[in-house]
């Protein structure tokens, strides 16, 4: 199993959806996890952390499942700039120093 | 406010040349990363530094060789670059563990080799 999967999409909705993307982890110690958003030929930027069950910020809400190893991304009322690909991501590697990514769920915001 | 800066932004290289990517960030921060993100896929870690004096393989190092100069600086060497290292190339930096993981991206450098 990967360490990080996420569904690559793409998911093409109308503006004022909602959509939810999943995560899923390999490894149950993970404490924290990361949505990062990209856009095309752009570098990576944080959109959330999410270090317990869940967080919310306006528009975003990113949840937490421990027991089935999976974070969730849900996005309301979508807005055409939502168009961008979402990273999922989880600390990896020796002490859990290093950054694994997902390979990314693109979303296509249509008019 | 410059945060990650990487340079060169894009380079041509023939096979077989060799070139260094610079990376410095100015956060303070103990981690850096360079990944390298091929066409249509997500990012892949190729080197990683816990802090300065360390650095750590990741999922594709093959090809490549890091050097932590010091705390603000990471720099990643192709010595005999292939077509196969065709790829946009970003370096990051983090703090370490909790709330100071989150990782802060340069611009990336987009390298082509012929």
Avoid at chain 1, 49 to 64: H, K
Avoid at chain 2, 27 to 55: F, V
Avoid at chain 2, 57 to 81: H, I, M, Q, T
Wanted: with cysteine.
């Amino acid at each position: 199993r990967k360490e990080v999967e996420q569904d690559p999409g793409p998911f093409n909705v109308p503006e004022g959806a909602t959509v939810a993307f999943n995560c899923t982890y390999s490894n149950s110690a993970s404490q924290s996890f990361f949505w990062y958003r990209q856009d095309c030929r752009k570098e990576p930027k944080l959109l959330m952390s999410v270090y317990s069950s869940g967080n919310e910020d306006g528009r975003f809400t990113a949840q937490l499942n421990r027991a089935s190893q999976y974070i969730s991304l849900l996005i309301r009322d979508s807005k055409l700039s939502d168009s961008a690909t979402y990273l999922c991501v989880v600390p990896s590697g020796t002490g859990r120093r290093a950054l694994t990514f997902g390979s990314g769920t693109r979303l296509q915001v249509q008019p | 406010n410059a945060g990650v800066t990487q340079t060169p932004k894009f380079q041509v290289l023939k096979t077989g040349q060799s070139m260094t990517l610079q990376c410095a960030q100015d956060m303070n921060h103990n981690s850096m990363y360079w990944y390298r993100q091929d066409p249509g896929m997500g990012l892949r870690l190729i080197y990683y530094s816990a802090s300065e004096g360390t650095t750590d393989k990741g999922e594709v190092p093959n090809g490549y060789n890091v050097s932590r100069l010091n705390k603000r600086e990471f720099s990643l060497r192709l010595e005999s670059a292939a077509p196969s290292q065709t790829s946009v190339y970003f370096c990051a930096s983090s703090g370490t563990g909790g709330m100071r993981s989150e990782a802060f991206f340069g611009q990336g450098t987009r390298l082509t080799v012929v």
